[in-house]
């Protein structure tokens, strides 16, 4: 059974720093690529950062280029998201997800319960 549990996230201030952490299990981690994407009330679902199995080639959406870091650690079998200089536009609720294959598609199989994040301003 594939399981993805988020932590990590909290409420800070705005220009603060998170990171999220996804301990994953149920898959063969190094099989598939790994990403977060997150959802704001009354938003539509956003993908944020993914990583490949392939390569370990990243991707991120452009509001968060430059300020989010996604990473990945197989002996842990979990991801994480480095978030810095956070902005109030950046609340959501965030989610760890599984993709059906190496590459980051956006086409997710899988993904946790989420965890919250709450910047201030």
């Known amino acids: 059974e594939v399981q993805l549990v988020e932590s990590g996230g909290g409420l800070v201030q705005a220009e603060g720093s998170l990171r999220l952490s996804c301990a994953a299990s149920?898959?063969?981690?190094?099989?598939?690529?790994l990403g977060w994407f997150r959802q704001a009330p009354g938003k539509e679902r956003e993908g944020v950062a993914c990583?490949?199995?392939?390569?370990?080639?990243?991707r991120y959406a452009d509001s968060v280029k430059g300020r989010f870091t996604i990473s990945s650690d197989s002996a842990k079998n979990t991801v994480y998201l480095q978030m810095k200089s956070l902005k109030p536009e950046d609340t959501a609720v965030y989610y760890c997800?599984?993709?059906?294959?190496?590459?980051?598609?956006?086409?997710?199989?899988?993904w946790g319960q989420g965890t919250q994040v709450t910047v201030s301003s």
């Open positions: 997800a599984v993709e059906g294959g190496r590459l980051c598609l956006g086409l997710y199989d899988y």
């Open positions: 149920g898959f063969t981690f190094d099989d598939y690529a």
């Open positions: 990583i490949s199995s392939s390569d370990g080639s990243t």
